[in-house]
Nanobody, 123 residues
Framework: QVRLVESGGGLVQAGGSLRLSCAASGTIFSINTMGWYRQAPGKQRELVATITSGGSTKYADSVQGRFTIYRDNGKNTVYLQMNSLKPEDTAVYYC?????????????????WGQGTQVTVSS
């Protein structure tokens, strides 16, 4: 009932930039925190950045100052602007959303993930 679809990944040289987008669709009442996570080969999935519906942000130390997360609440979309990319940023990037749905007078919340988009940074 809820889908998160990422786009914008690709291959870029070190020092370059990419912008990821994640659009949520379906029976959505509201989206609370949205975020980006990444998983490199052989490693666990890690948090990159999150943003609340009010605009408060949090970043991993490794991306602080280089990445910027922002969202368009009217479009249920979150973005990740990635600058000064490094080879160690290479990973599959996943979008996450804490979504509230409404059915009549009933509200329910759940966590949703996108399918992931590959980011590869060459040295």
């Amino acid at each position: 009932q809820v889908r998160l679809v990422e786009s914008g990944g690709g291959l870029v040289q070190a020092g370059g930039s990419l912008r990821l987008s994640c659009a949520a669709s379906g029976t959505i009442f509201s989206i609370n925190t949205m975020g980006w996570y990444r998983q490199a080969p052989g490693k666990q999935r890690e948090l990159v950045a999150t943003i609340t519906s009010g605009g408060s942000t949090k970043y991993a130390d490794s991306v602080q100052g280089r990445f910027t997360i922002y969202r368009d609440n009217g479009k249920n979309t979150v973005y990740l602007q990635m600058n000064s990319l490094k080879p160690e940023d290479t990973a599959v990037y996943y979008c996450n959303g804490d979504v509230t749905q409404r059915s009549g007078i009933l509200y329910s919340g759940d966590d949703y993930w996108g399918q992931g988009t590959q980011v590869t940074v060459s040295s």
